[in-house]
């Protein structure tokens, strides 16, 4: 892959599917438009087919234009969908599921949130942020100020704002409901939650009377990183609690027989970081406590993929498991089940990126080590059948093979990770890229920034050390107090694992990351700078005492991950090191990142100027701290660009 080859990447959302209709978003970075754009595909046997007007062909010009989250109505007649002209807030439409012209139901300043269609095929259910009057381009009486004009923000609590998405409580997110299919629409509804709590993920109940939404325990009265789960009346009225979580809920379904079904983490107080995420079940009536369906240790549900759903005797999930990301089956009865107990339907050596459930068949989004997510349908068989070649320009473009290795770390522990080696036989220069979380992981799919480095001459190595998610809780909780240690043993395992290979040169070795692999970038470069030519740290946790105050979960995470002792803050911190790194060192930042806040980089770069390093500050404006993933298109090619150019000065290609 070249930088620009990410317009390629068409990535499928997830998928809405009924017993004759099958659809799916399709997105993709367009650098001309410096947007993502898209439109709705139908999938069926011979492939997907626009169903929507979206973009036109690559290369036929700007056109913004964005419709996303598809959902069927449950008689089939109806599809809800959002869309979005123009870099406009994504506004809520809907059409005939045979085909036709859509019409918009909301003009909401801040645009809706995905439709969930109820029982009777008519209303829908969606959340919205709601905007104080004068902020965020809404008009307070008869003034409607420019951001930087908005009446100054009270805040009171640790939690006001959070990274990609911005502050929070001057913009609560709200539960509506409307009637799709009313003569009038009142595209400004009025929502049905207050604004004392974000409400998230709504599920109709059975009847429905009511939508299940998940909120902040006790109506959010205070910080806390717990959540649970409430019912609210469609007709009005005080929401309820309805399942009270050992921990924080997340996508709830509710069975036909009034069984909830939701994801959660279990945890005390504030340390929510590197827990498992199990599936649960509950009655709606709260006749009993929650029960834990999976195992804590072995089993990571993949909240993001879906709600769980129900299918005969068995719930969906997907699970995370050593890179990948498998749709298994759990039984309905069951009790703490191991991840060995739980049959595995589709995902192995692969990621299920969502999935979705109508009568007997089951559609899946899987990516794969050479696309970026194609879509799969079982019938009633079973069987899985690849739908669509979304990524077939993308692998045309060259799609190199990434290869299993595994390693022993220092006190015996087994690591796990890949390598991506270009053409030839080498040996090539090579780049130890580490991932961010610490509690994430690299997968079985492809993985654009390995494509890029391996196609510019590069052999790329990908460890998930301790710390990481899909090994056992145990595996990822194992470096809390405990950072540049076990971890960085096991990265350096892989590392040589790597440099066994005769395709690949140990004389001439780069480091490199972001976020929590920035971190891990700084560690090395100053602990065990002499194996390495140079390094480019991006986003980077490099100062714990500052990171408590300044980051969006710097006041949780820090504790969790590092303690508050401030020697010991001091003592897991790169910057306390700077002095002892004695290569040249990349610096790179965005300047809206609120994970990572901005000083980190700047301190970092002072640090290492003062103490005569060969350092350069790459900082990039308007991005926050997922600019490599969902940045503005124009920027990551120029990000990829710049790493290429450092490499090209620092880690030459033969």
């Not at 996303?68 to 979005?84: E, K, N, T, Y």
């Not at 107080?269 to 599936?279: I, K, Q």
């Not at 069951?334 to 739980?342: F, G, K, T």
Request: hydrophobic residues 40%; glycine residues 10%.
């Amino acid at each position: 892959m070249r930088p620009t080859d990410i317009e390629l990447q068409q990535v499928p959302g997830r998928p809405a599917l009924s017993d004759d209709l099958l659809l799916v978003s399709v997105t993709r970075p367009d650098v001309a438009a410096n947007a993502y754009v898209g439109g709705l595909h139908r999938v069926g046997r011979d492939g997907a087919t626009a169903w929507t007007h979206g973009p036109g062909p690559e290369g036929a010009g700007p056109d913004r234009r964005h419709d996303s989250a598809p959902a069927i109505s449950p008689d089939g007649r109806w599809v809800a969908f959002l869309r979005s002209d123009g870099g406009e807030p994504a506004q809520l439409h809907v059409m005939p599921a045979a085909g036709g012209e859509s019409w918009v139901l909301t003009a909401l300043p801040l645009g809706a949130g995905a439709p969930v269609w109820a029982p009777d095929s008519r209303r829908i259910a969606f959340t919205a942020r709601v905007p104080e009057p004068g902020r965020y381009g809404t008009s307070d009486g008869d003034v409607t100020p420019e951001a930087a004009e908005e009446a100054p923000r009270r805040i009171t609590r640790y939690d006001y704002r959070v990274d990609n998405i911005g502050f929070l409580r001057d913009r609560p997110q709200r539960l509506f409901v409307i009637d799709a299919l009313a003569d009038e629409q009142d595209l400004e509804p009025e929502p049905l939650t207050d604004e004392a709590a974000s409400v998230a993920d709504p599920a109709w109940t059975p009847d429905g009377r009511s939508v299940l939404v998940v909120a902040p325990r006790d109506w959010d009265r205070v910080e806390t990183m717990h959540a649970d789960l409430y019912t609210v009346p469609v007709t009005g009225g005080t929401p309820q609690l309805a399942v009270r979580t050992g921990g924080r809920a997340e996508n709830p379904a509710v069975a036909a027989d009034g069984t909830v079904f939701f994801y959660a983490a279990a945890f005390e107080g504030f340390a929510r970081a590197a827990t498992n995420t199990g599936l649960w079940a509950a009655p709606l009536d709260g006749s009993a406590s929650p029960r834990r369906l999976t195992d804590a240790e072995s089993v990571d549900c993949v909240a993001a993929a879906g709600p769980p759903a129900v299918h005969g005797d068995d719930v969906l999930v997907v699970v995370a498991h050593r890179g990948a990301a498998e749709l298994r089956r759990v039984p309905r009865a069951a009790s703490a089940a191991s991840l060995s107990q739980l049959p595995i339907l589709t995902g192995e050596r692969a990621a299920v990126r969502s999935f979705t459930v109508a009568g007997d068949r089951i559609a899946v989004v899987q990516a794969g080590p050479e696309d970026a997510g194609e879509v799969l349908l079982a019938d009633g068989d079973g069987a899985f059948t690849v739908l669509t070649s979304l990524s077939e320009r993308l692998r045309e473009s060259g799609v190199l093979p990434a290869e299993e290795i595994t390693a022993t770390s220092a006190d015996g522990h087994p690591v796990h990770g890949w390598v991506v080696t270009p053409e030839g036989d080498g040996p090539h220069p090579v780049l130890l890229v580490v991932h961010g979380g610490p509690f994430a992981a690299y997968e079985w799919s492809l993985f654009d920034e390995a494509q890029v480095y391996a196609a510019a001459g590069y052999a790329v190595v990908l460890a998930n050390p301790r710390g990481s998610a899909g090994y056992g809780e145990s595996h990822g909780r194992a470096v809390l107090h405990a950072l540049g240690t076990v971890d960085a043993d096991d990265v350096l395992a892989l590392l040589d694992a790597a440099l066994e290979r005769p395709d690949t040169d140990a004389d001439r070795v780069g480091v490199m990351g972001g976020s929590y692999g920035g971190f891990m970038t700084g560690w090395l470069a100053a602990h065990h700078g002499e194996r390495f030519r140079a390094a480019w740290s991006e986003r980077a946790v490099n100062a714990w005492d500052s990171f408590a105050g300044s980051s969006d979960i710097g006041w949780t995470f820090t504790d969790v991950y590092v303690g508050a002792d401030p020697d010991e803050q001091r003592k897991r911190s790169p910057l306390t090191y700077a002095a002892d790194i004695g290569i040249p060192f990349a610096v790179v930042h965005s300047e809206q990142d609120w994970r990572c806040p901005l000083e980190q980089a700047q301190r970092l770069f002072v640090a290492l100027k003062k103490a005569g390093a060969e350092t350069e500050f790459l900082l990039f404006p308007g991005e926050g701290h997922e600019l490599t993933r969902s940045g503005k298109p124009r920027h990551r090619v120029q990000r990829f660009e710049a790493v290429l150019d450092w490499w090209a000065r620092h880690l030459p290609v033969d």
